[in-house]
């Protein structure tokens, strides 16, 4: 039986792995069609902002991992 403590820790994982998965589909929309991006005339500038993002969601697993272990 998983216990509350496991299911809260489950959820957050999921969460941020979903978060990443959305940011790293923007990043290969806007690697193949640039063009679709017409509010962010800087291509360059909106990946780098979808990076910034995969990279404070995968900051939050490791610290997940690191910390708040399932047991």
């Given at each position: 039986m998983v216990n509350l403590r496991e299911k809260i820790i489950k959820s957050l994982l999921a969460h941020a792995n979903g978060e990443i998965q959305i940011?790293?589909?923007?990043?290969?929309?806007?690697?193949n069609n640039p063009a679709?991006?017409?509010e962010h005339p800087d291509v360059t500038a909106a990946i780098q902002e979808e990076l910034d993002q995969v990279a404070k969601w995968?900051?939050?697993?490791s610290v997940i991992q690191k910390y708040l272990k399932v047991q």
């Open positions: 940011h790293l589909a923007n990043v290969e929309i806007y690697l679709g991006i017409g995968e900051d939050q697993v």
